[in-house]
């Protein structure tokens, strides 16, 4: 769920780095420009060191971020990035777990599960209990895979967990350096300390201690599959190219991926691929003119040319945004991104703009530049995730389902109160009329659907019950076609008192065919905090109660997090 926000103020031409010390092969004749990206990750940089010999530049910096965090930005003064308070709890970091074997402790796997894994990414600071202020979007990415056995494996007679860092740039250097070098984004820019600290990465930068062309992101957002390969995503930085070894689970970062010189500064960490067209649609936004710019990939891994939208009223905020058959649909939100508050009123960053009124913009698909762009006013909707968007009426009509962030400006503080309700929003492209509809009288989020379904008409979401937010208490299931009846809720299960688990997913139960839509299973891990224990958790979707018919203890906890995916056996053989 990270924001841009360094990105947007130091924005860098980017270039591929190499993390890894091996390269898997390829298993196809065909090389797509995404697989030449991937093996242009030669291992020259496999050892490469990353921090620079001590200097007096350095010293000096290392003394002024000692003075800040100590006596100008006291952690203590701001109880919502409170270090102690932010990272206590399942919130509180862990270690690396090397492949280890679990135990299936409840029913069975489901054989459509059986031989793929389950990744969820997070944010996991390698450094403990910073002496800084520090935001839950401030760790650095780490992944937990959860590699489950097949009836063939020879190798594999029980699920693996594995948990590893995202080796970016800034896990590295830090790593080698032992404490950390770039500030603290989200808690770190604010008033005087803000400006401060910003002068002190500039100076690390002129000192050669900072390189910003090999990215400063965390990679610590969402993973997602496109073109046979895995990337670990944050929107302040370029994709982070993973591999899962089959055999044993073992998670690999290979580099940071730049698509082969065509793909600048970073992208969304919510990218929307077609699951017709194979094609992923993505955009990228900064804080100076063009606020948003679209672009997408085809089939194959090859970019087309971007896109900049510059009629956004200001530099807001845009986590996610949603495509449809035709067209792909923006969602400009409260939330803005403005120095020179920070600068001349000494406030954060990123703020809330109480006096514009949020807008959703729809762009056709493939559109060459903006001058089709419609822009539509939503009263106070704004959203952070979406769930799904698609036409109806022969393209007349744009429908968007995506959870309204009620209480948006506790986003970036006092998390725990924001409040979120399920929408489904119609927008008719004739008459210019807006309507808006609660699903749901529960606070919900991270809602997702069949992956089949992405861009078109669906029925069925599963959602996370805020428990509060970012964790989740149980997962509801709705019915879209029950819109404008009430309560649209058809399944819902609740982990109990004490238990909560992170974003659920939707994996189908059909190998070869979609079949009915909510014919699957719904995924998560989750986590007993009387215990301190995890488990991974199967749930039959079609099931009123949400059955559970299989279930994972894990041998490490895993910190409550953002987003996952499932990756089907056939795709994770099929990684290039």
Same mark, same amino acid.
């Given at each position: 769920?990270?924001?841009?926000?360094?990105?947007?103020?130091?924005? @860098?031409?980017?270039?591929?780095?190499?993390?890894?010390?091996?390269?898997?092969?390829?298993?196809?004749?065909?090389?797509?420009?995404?697989?030449?990206?991937?093996?242009?990750?030669?291992?020259?940089?496999?050892?490469?060191?990353?921090?620079?010999?001590?200097? !007096?530049?350095?010293?000096?910096?290392?003394?002024?971020?000692?003075?800040?965090? *100590?006596?100008?930005? !006291?952690?203590?003064? &701001?109880?919502?990035?409170?270090?102690?308070?932010?990272?206590?709890?399942?919130?509180?970091?862990?270690?690396?777990?090397?492949?280890?074997?679990?135990?299936?402790?409840?029913?069975?796997?489901?054989?459509?599960?059986?031989?793929?894994?389950?990744?969820?990414?997070?944010?996991?600071?390698?450094? *403990?209990?910073?002496?800084?202020?520090? @935001?839950?979007?401030?760790?650095?990415?780490?992944?937990?895979?959860?590699?489950?056995?097949?009836?063939?494996?020879?190798?594999?007679?029980?699920?693996?967990?594995?948990?590893?860092?995202?080796?970016?740039?800034?896990?590295?250097?830090?790593?080698?350096?032992?404490?950390?070098?770039?500030?603290?984004?989200?808690?770190?820019?604010?008033?005087?300390?803000?400006?401060? *600290?910003?002068?002190?990465?500039?100076?690390?930068?002129?000192?050669?201690?900072?390189?910003?062309?090999?990215?400063?992101?965390?990679?610590?957002?969402?993973?997602?599959?496109?073109?046979?390969?895995?990337?670990?995503?944050?929107?302040?930085?370029?994709?982070?190219?993973?591999?899962?070894?089959?055999?044993?689970?073992?998670?690999?970062?290979?580099? &940071?991926?730049?698509?082969?010189?065509?793909?600048?500064?970073?992208?969304?960490?919510?990218?929307?691929?077609?699951?017709?067209?194979?094609?992923?649609?993505?955009?990228?936004?900064?804080?100076?003119?063009?606020?948003?710019?679209?672009?997408?990939?085809?089939?194959?891994?090859?970019?087309?040319?971007?896109?900049?939208?510059?009629?956004?009223?200001?530099?807001?905020?845009? @986590?996610?945004?949603?495509?449809?058959?035709?067209?792909?649909?923006?969602?400009?939100?409260?939330?803005?991104?403005?120095?020179?508050?920070?600068?001349? &009123?000494?406030?954060?960053?990123?703020?809330?703009?109480?006096?514009?009124?949020?807008?959703?913009?729809?762009?056709?698909?493939?559109?060459?530049?903006?001058?089709?762009?419609?822009?539509?006013?939503?009263? *106070?909707?704004?959203?952070?995730?979406?769930?799904?968007?698609?036409?109806?009426?022969?393209?007349?009509?744009?429908?968007?389902?995506?959870?309204?962030?009620?209480?948006?400006? @506790?986003?970036?503080?006092?998390?725990?109160?924001?409040?979120?309700?399920?929408?489904?929003?119609?927008?008719?492209?004739?008459?210019?009329?807006?309507?808006?509809?609660?699903?749901?009288?529960?606070?919900?989020?991270?809602?997702?659907?069949?992956?089949?379904?992405?861009?078109?008409?669906?029925?069925?979401?599963?959602?996370?019950?805020?428990?509060?937010?970012?964790?989740?208490?149980?997962?509801?299931?709705?019915?879209?076609?029950?819109?404008?009846?009430?309560?649209?809720?058809?399944?819902?299960?609740?982990?109990?008192?004490?238990?909560?688990?992170?974003?659920?997913?939707?994996?189908?139960?059909?190998?070869?065919?979609?079949?009915?839509?909510?014919?699957?299973?719904?995924?998560?891990?989750?986590?007993?905090?009387?215990?301190?224990?995890?488990?991974?958790?199967?749930?039959?979707?079609?099931?009123?109660?949400?059955?559970?018919?299989?279930?994972?203890?894990?041998?490490?906890?895993?910190?409550?997090?953002?987003?996952?995916?499932?990756?089907?056996?056939?795709?994770?053989?099929?990684?290039?």
């Amino acid at each position: 769920m990270e924001v841009p926000i360094a990105a947007m103020t130091f924005a @860098h031409p980017a270039n591929v780095m190499t993390l890894a010390s091996r390269q898997p092969k390829s298993k196809r004749s065909h090389i797509s420009p995404a697989t030449t990206a991937h093996r242009n990750l030669q291992t020259r940089l496999a050892h490469h060191h990353y921090a620079t010999p001590a200097s !007096l530049p350095m010293a000096i910096c290392n003394t002024v971020d000692k003075v800040i965090n *100590r006596f100008i930005d !006291l952690p203590e003064q &701001r109880p919502t990035v409170d270090p102690r308070r932010v990272l206590s709890g399942n919130f509180a970091p862990v270690d690396e777990l090397p492949p280890t074997s679990c135990h299936v402790i409840r029913g069975s796997i489901p054989s459509c599960l059986a031989g793929g894994v389950y990744i969820r990414n997070g944010p996991n600071p390698q450094h *403990r209990l910073p002496q800084r202020t520090h @935001h839950l979007f401030d760790g650095d990415g780490m992944l937990h895979s959860l590699l489950l056995p097949s009836a063939s494996s020879t190798l594999l007679s029980e699920p693996v967990l594995c948990s590893r860092y995202v080796h970016t740039y800034k896990y590295l250097l830090e790593r080698e350096t032992g404490g950390p070098v770039l500030p603290n984004f989200f808690a770190g820019f604010h008033g005087v300390a803000g400006l401060a *600290r910003a002068a002190v990465m500039i100076a690390r930068v002129l000192a050669g201690q900072i390189n910003l062309n090999k990215g400063f992101g965390l990679a610590n957002t969402s993973i997602t599959l496109f073109a046979d390969c895995l990337y670990a995503l944050c929107e302040s930085d370029l994709p982070y190219s993973m591999h899962i070894n089959p055999a044993n689970g073992e998670v690999t970062t290979l580099g &940071r991926c730049d698509f082969g010189g065509d793909l600048s500064f970073r992208m969304t960490a919510h990218p929307k691929k077609d699951p017709v067209t194979m094609e992923l649609f993505a955009f990228r936004y900064n804080v100076f003119q063009p606020f948003i710019t679209y672009f997408w990939f085809d089939r194959a891994g090859s970019k087309v040319a971007d896109v900049p939208i510059l009629s956004l009223q200001k530099p807001s905020v845009m @986590h996610d945004f949603a495509i449809t058959e035709r067209y792909a649909i923006f969602p400009e939100s409260q939330l803005i991104v403005n120095p020179m508050d920070m600068v001349m &009123r000494g406030s954060s960053l990123v703020g809330l703009d109480r006096t514009m009124v949020p807008r959703i913009g729809v762009l056709p698909r493939y559109a060459k530049d903006e001058s089709d762009m419609r822009w539509f006013e939503v009263p *106070r909707f704004n959203m952070l995730h979406t769930t799904n968007g698609w036409e109806e009426a022969d393209g007349e009509e744009i429908v968007l389902v995506a959870p309204n962030i009620l209480s948006i400006e @506790h986003m970036l503080g006092n998390m725990e109160l924001m409040q979120a309700r399920v929408d489904m929003v119609r927008i008719n492209l004739c008459t210019g009329d807006v309507s808006c509809t609660a699903l749901s009288p529960e606070s919900l989020e991270f809602g997702v659907i069949h992956q089949g379904y992405v861009g078109r008409k669906n029925r069925y979401g599963y959602f996370g019950v805020s428990g509060p937010l970012p964790k989740i208490k149980g997962i509801r299931k709705l019915d879209f076609d029950l819109v404008g009846s009430g309560d649209c809720t058809v399944g819902r299960r609740d982990f109990g008192l004490g238990c909560f688990a992170g974003e659920p997913f939707f994996v189908p139960d059909n190998i070869d065919g979609y079949g009915n839509e909510d014919s699957g299973y719904v995924v998560c891990y989750t986590h007993e905090e009387d215990t301190g224990e995890s488990w991974f958790v199967v749930m039959d979707a079609k099931s009123p109660e949400l059955d559970i018919v299989a279930e994972v203890q894990l041998p490490s906890r895993i910190p409550y997090g953002f987003h996952g995916i499932f990756v089907k056996q056939a795709e994770l053989l099929a990684q290039q």
